[in-house]
């Protein structure tokens, strides 16, 4: 069941990483930052700073790093904010809930939003990873496409995971240190926010994924590097690359939840320190929440910029 919640806040991030080409930026400040995943947030009358950390959802094992500072700024935190609260995966009512909704709606299924063609592709992909397609008809496409990871597949499961989530590292440590956790948005509405996206479009995408299998490995590559590096710019332009088929649904899937975010974020810093953590895409550009957040008033510091390795 947590690979459920695990592949909703999977499939957001590879939806913006996926198939993404690196666009060339205009000469703006605000899009180049230091490269740092965790940032001090301090200043407009805040009486304790508070820390701001870009994850990445799933990483491979080899990749999974703390930044320095990352240690004791957590200590420090009265509170851990998540995109999404990570206490509700013990939720047993939420997870039941959760099945229902990430089926197709009205007795749709995949063969409805194909072609004969392109249902066969899919077919022999889930065939080849041994999941045959009667397990998977109902199941609406952005959540098939993050199936088609081996090592995904293997978070939660038996065996040795290859993989790593950095919310679930951070949900271990303030159960350790009896922190409260909160999120930033609800599990309703980041599936609300899937939802938008039309099932045809969903389904084009999983075709396409299965059909650039090694374009897309070399770019969650490239990725995993710009995360390792703390290239915030670099993953910035992943994210925003125009030649993407799904570039339009960015403002959607993106710059909106970042907008949303800083009231939140405002309400909790007021009250005491805390660390927010959220996906490395939200932080740079423009119209992510490092530029958000100092176009209110507040004073962010990059404090991880040497790497510590775990």
């Given at each position: 069941?947590?690979?459920?919640?695990?592949?909703?806040?999977?499939?957001?991030?590879?939806?913006?990483?996926?198939?993404?080409?690196?666009?060339?930026?205009?000469?703006?400040?605000?899009?180049?930052?230091?490269?740092?995943?965790?940032?001090?947030?301090?200043?407009?009358?805040?009486?304790?700073?508070?820390?701001?950390?870009?994850?990445?959802?799933?990483?491979?094992?080899?990749?999974?790093?703390?930044?320095?500072?990352t240690d004791s700024v957590f200590s420090l935190s009265?509170?851990?904010?998540?995109?999404?609260?990570?206490?509700?995966?013990?939720?047993?009512?939420?997870?039941?809930?959760?099945?229902?909704k990430v089926m197709l709606p009205n007795n749709q299924?995949?063969?409805?939003?194909?072609?004969?063609?392109?249902?066969?592709?899919?077919?022999?992909?889930?065939?080849?990873?041994?999941?045959?397609?009667?397990?998977?008809?109902?199941?609406?496409?952005?959540?098939?496409?993050?199936?088609?990871?081996?090592?995904?597949?293997?978070?939660?499961?038996?065996?040795?995971?290859?993989?790593?989530?950095?919310?679930?590292?951070?949900?271990?440590?303030?159960?350790?240190?009896?922190?409260?956790?909160?999120?930033?948005?609800?599990?309703?509405?980041?599936?609300?926010?899937?939802?938008?996206?039309?099932?045809?479009?969903?389904?084009?995408?999983?075709?396409?994924?299965?059909?650039?299998?090694?374009?897309?490995?070399?770019?969650?590559?490239?990725?995993?590097?710009?995360?390792?590096?703390?290239?915030?710019?670099?993953?910035?332009?992943?994210?925003?690359?125009?030649?993407?088929?799904?570039?339009?649904?960015?403002?959607?899937?993106?710059?909106?939840?970042?907008?949303?975010?800083?009231?939140?974020?405002?309400?909790?810093?007021?009250?005491?320190?805390?660390?927010?953590?959220?996906?490395?895409?939200?932080?740079?550009?423009?119209?992510?929440?490092?530029?958000?957040?100092?176009?209110?008033?507040?004073?962010?510091?990059?404090?991880?910029?040497?790497?510590?390795?775990?």
């Amino acid at each position: 069941m947590k690979k459920l919640f695990l592949g909703l806040s999977f499939v957001l991030f590879f939806l913006l990483t996926g198939n993404s080409q690196s666009n060339i930026y205009p000469d703006d400040s605000t899009s180049r930052l230091e490269n740092s995943l965790l940032w001090e947030i301090s200043g407009k009358n805040l009486t304790a700073p508070s820390f701001l950390f870009g994850t990445i959802h799933m990483v491979p094992k080899e990749y999974y790093f703390l930044p320095a500072n990352t240690d004791s700024v957590f200590s420090l935190s009265k509170e851990i904010v998540f995109e999404i609260d990570m206490a509700t995966m013990n939720d047993f009512g939420a997870q039941i809930a959760m099945i229902s909704k990430v089926m197709l709606p009205n007795n749709q299924t995949l063969k409805d939003l194909l072609s004969k063609e392109d249902y066969a592709t899919v077919n022999k992909a889930f065939s080849g990873k041994g999941l045959p397609m009667f397990l998977l008809e109902r199941i609406k496409p952005i959540f098939l496409t993050s199936f088609l990871s081996e090592d995904f597949s293997m978070i939660g499961g038996g065996g040795e995971n290859k993989m790593k989530s950095y919310e679930m590292e951070f949900m271990k440590m303030a159960t350790a240190q009896q922190k409260p956790t909160d999120g930033l948005e609800t599990i309703d509405f980041q599936m609300g926010i899937m939802d938008s996206i039309p099932y045809k479009v969903q389904a084009q995408m999983l075709v396409a994924t299965i059909q650039d299998t090694t374009q897309g490995d070399n770019d969650m590559e490239k990725m995993y590097e710009a995360y390792k590096n703390q290239n915030l710019t670099a993953l910035d332009k992943m994210i925003n690359g125009d030649e993407s088929e799904f570039a339009g649904y960015t403002t959607m899937l993106l710059d909106n939840r970042n907008k949303k975010w800083i009231s939140r974020m405002r309400q909790k810093m007021a009250k005491q320190s805390t660390f927010f953590a959220v996906g490395a895409g939200h932080l740079g550009g423009k119209n992510g929440v490092i530029n958000l957040l100092r176009r209110q008033g507040y004073t962010l510091r990059a404090i991880g910029i040497s790497p510590k390795n775990r």
